[in-house]
């Protein structure tokens, strides 16, 4: 009969103290999975910040902290991972009284991409091991991982190209503010060049020099559309990676760049456009752009993108800078119709080594064919 009594009394026990247990053990409880506050680029290592907060007496033998991120996401040591259309991360803990807890994880970022945290699953046991608990906390966080580096000797080639066709094109102007010199008064300078004082000084007529400034812009247009049903993911990285190293090269050489595309932004669904500018805001702008470019959206055809640049008004004196495999006739002749109406042009052809070239030549275009690693 006492046995009895002291396995009844051992249940009741149990039971309250799971009862008690499960009531407390969430409360004041945070957990907080974050990502490095600079974005990271393809091909790198990044760090993911894990932060649990127990802010009461109570003590937590047990806590198992899981989520889940992009598979293109990848932890370093693998452990407590599991990856299937998602990468599933579970570490488990001891969390003292009023006790935090600060962890670092190291993952390598394979692949271009914005990517999004958004919950933490939290799960412990009863302090007797036999009561399972659940929380989830929103936690949301996103991360950007920006196209890789282009090799600097394969780029020279193509810079140069556009170098060329904007030297060529410039729309030279005096700046007033500029001044550079002194010379003797010639039969053809106008009168509001003179410089009286001077002129008075030396007994005879002088006018004022300054320097030009260039209303010069580039507008890179990059082509992401598979015209068959097969997908050339590589070859579009790589010009999404092109299209990212000429315009920050070219901001960085003080011209005013910007980019057009027929690829679709991932959050928006609507195709990427960065008007021309320069500055810092400018880079980063286009480096977050190209980053959310979804290659699994439909991209429209670049001779929409092409005919809404002809009929834009004040488009001022560009250069046009086409990367593209695809080498149709109709986007062609569009891209051959924009020039025309005023401005120069680099084709870029990203093509794999055993793909034809089709180009033809052009009296205002330059045509360059930039190979693709299969």
């Known amino acids: 009969m006492i046995i009895i009594v002291v396995l009844i009394g051992a249940f009741v026990m149990n039971a309250v103290l799971v009862k008690i247990y499960g009531h407390l053990w969430e409360k004041h409880l945070d957990a907080r999975v974050e990502f490095q506050k600079e974005p990271s680029l393809e091909g790198r290592d990044a760090i993911l910040t894990e932060t649990i907060y127990n802010r009461k007496w109570l003590f937590l033998p047990v806590l198992q902290v899981g989520f889940q991120m992009h598979r293109n996401l990848r932890f370093a040591d693998g452990e407590n991972t599991s990856v299937s259309d998602q990468c599933y991360k579970r570490d488990i803990f001891s969390v003292g009284s009023y006790q935090k807890i600060t962890r670092s994880i190291s993952f390598y970022c394979s692949r271009r991409g914005y990517y999004e945290l958004s919950q933490v699953e939290l799960v412990t046991r009863s302090p007797l091991m036999n009561g399972k608990f659940y929380k989830t906390l929103e936690s949301p966080d996103?991360?950007?991982?920006?196209?890789r580096m282009v090799d600097e000797t394969r780029l020279?080639?193509?810079?140069q190209k556009i170098m060329g066709s904007v030297l060529s094109r410039k729309n030279l102007y005096e700046d007033p503010f500029e001044f550079r010199g002194i010379r003797e008064y010639q039969p053809t300078d106008p009168m509001h060049k003179i410089n009286w004082k001077v002129?008075?000084?030396t007994d005879q007529w002088m006018v004022n020099l300054y320097d030009s400034t260039s209303a010069q812009e580039v507008v890179v247009l990059l082509d992401v559309e598979d015209e068959t049903i097969w997908k050339f993911d590589a070859i579009h990285e790589e010009g999404i990676r092109l299209a990212a190293a000429l315009v920050s090269r070219l901001l960085q050489n003080g011209i005013p760049a910007g980019i057009r595309t027929n690829g679709r932004d991932l959050k928006t669904k609507t195709c990427f456009s960065l008007?021309?500018?320069t500055g810092p805001q400018q880079v980063r702008a286009l480096y977050e752009g190209l980053t959310r470019l979804d290659l699994d959206q439909k991209a429209?055809?670049?001779e929409v993108i092409l005919d809404r640049l002809r009929e834009e008004a004040?488009?001022?004196n560009r250069t046009y800078v086409m990367i593209s495999k695809n080498q149709r006739e109709s986007c062609y002749d569009g891209f051959c119709r924009l020039l025309n109406e005023g401005g120069t042009g680099v084709w870029i052809a990203t093509l794999y080594e055993d793909m034809e070239w089709k180009l033809p030549d052009s009296r205002n275009m330059t045509?360059?064919?930039?190979?693709?690693?299969?």
């Open 142 to 147: 996103h991360f950007y991982v920006y196209p």
């Open 199 to 201: 002129s008075a000084r």
């Open 300 to 302: 429209e055809h670049m």
């Open 275 to 277: 008007e021309p500018g």
């Open 314 to 316: 004040n488009r001022g």
């Open 156 to 159: 020279e080639i193509p810079f």
């Open 367 to 374: 045509a360059l064919r930039w190979e693709v690693a299969k």
